[in-house]
């Protein structure tokens, strides 16, 4: 019996959903063609021979925000395997909203905006947030109602069958219920996370330490973590523990300018002045926001009695900080 019923569980969770949308499995994706919030005009005809995630979403609700993010974290390690994302809200949402979330999230995905609600129409759309993956056939493969617990289990799983990495009973193996416990896991993480900001952000750097090594152990496969706990080792002065978070985290992302710029600032503590300027110079020429990483190269520089480049690194900082208009901040709040 116990078998049974744990075998209608994986069905349940493997099989594609019908709730979310009108569409069925193996049905093709309606065409639609639409503006972004930058003026463009996007079809889906564009991502023929692609993966494509559709995200039905709204401003005001935090579980489409999450949903974002989830797909953000999946894009960047399947776009170079051809998968792409795109979000989509209704025409009288807040677009001014929608994109300071865009912007305060890393978001860079089109935001497409359905005039007269033609795309929920025809696609469907019961429930919000609604994620929908269509495959390199224009062929709707999945759809996944809200922002469940095992939301970002699901979407890799299902991205990965699609492209082919892995077959059906790989599949129902990545869904099976022990999954649910690792998501779990990472929503505490992260709740341990934004919980250990706050205390950094009030300068209680002996309670946000402590929250943060909770996080970083119940998360032990998030970046995040690891990058403000590097960061308030820095604020304490604990270079042999900052450098070890920071090598961890870059190992686990290793993209992050943030974990690439405490890197370079541990390696600054312990001395090693050479090795962080490498650091930091390849994590300026790469960082879209590089204002904490040049300071970071003032203060090496600095240490190395080159006042001349150290001037310039610091002259650097405050135009980005100008041209930005925007604080140096080198972690952000994950939610």
């Given amino acids: 019996m116990i078998r049974i019923i744990l075998g209608l569980v994986i069905f349940l969770l493997c099989a594609p959903s ?10 093709a994706a309606p065409d639609f063609t639409t503006s972004s919030v ?11 021979g692609k993966v494509l995630v559709i995200i039905f979403w709204r401003t005001d609700q935090e579980r489409s925000v999450l949903a974002l993010q989830d797909a953000k974290e999946i894009l960047d390690k399947f776009k170079s395997k051809g998968m792409e994302v795109v979000g989509v809200m209704e025409e ?13 999230k890393g978001i860079g995905f089109p935001l497409l905006i359905d005039t007269d609600r033609k795309i929920y129409s025809d696609y469907g759309v019961r429930v919000f947030p609604t ?3 269509i495959d390199k056939q224009g062929l709707v493969a999945y759809d996944i109602p809200s922002h469940p617990l095992t939301y970002k289990t699901k979407l890799r799983g299902y991205i990965k069958k699609v492209l082919g990495e892995i077959d059906e009973s790989e599949l129902e193996e990545t869904l099976s219920p022990h999954k649910e416990e690792q998501d779990k896991s990472s929503m505490e993480a992260s709740r341990l996370y934004n919980l250990a900001l706050k205390f950094t952000e009030s300068r209680i750097f002996d309670t946000a330490i402590d929250m943060t090594v ?25 270079a042999d523990k900052a450098l070890e978070a920071f090598k961890k985290a870059v190992e686990l992302d ?24 490498e650091v930091l110079n390849s994590a300026a020429v790469a960082n879209p926001y590089p204002q904490m990483t040049y300071y970071e190269l003032g203060k090496a520089y600095e240490s190395k009695g ?30």
């Fill in 18 to 27: 019908a709730e979310a949308i009108n569409v069925s499995a193996g049905g």
């Fill in 38 to 48: 930058d003026g463009k005009r996007i079809s889906l005809n564009e991502y023929k």
């Fill in 92 to 104: 009288s949402d807040n677009k001014e909203e929608a994109l300071m979330i865009f912007k305060n």
């Fill in 131 to 133: 994620t929908v993956i």
């Fill in 214 to 238: 909770k996080a970083v152990n119940a998360g032990p496969e998030m970046a995040e973590p690891r990058i403000l706990l590097g960061f308030l080792y820095l604020e304490t002065k604990e």
């Fill in 254 to 277: 290793p993209k992050s300018h943030d974990a690439q710029t405490g890197l370079g600032g541990a390696l600054i503590l312990k001395g090693d002045i050479d090795k962080a300027i």
């Fill in 306 to 335: 080159d006042k001349a480049k150290a001037s310039e690194m610091y002259k650097k900082a405050i135009e980005k900080l100008i041209d930005k208009k925007i604080l140096p901040s080198s972690i952000s709040k994950c939610e």
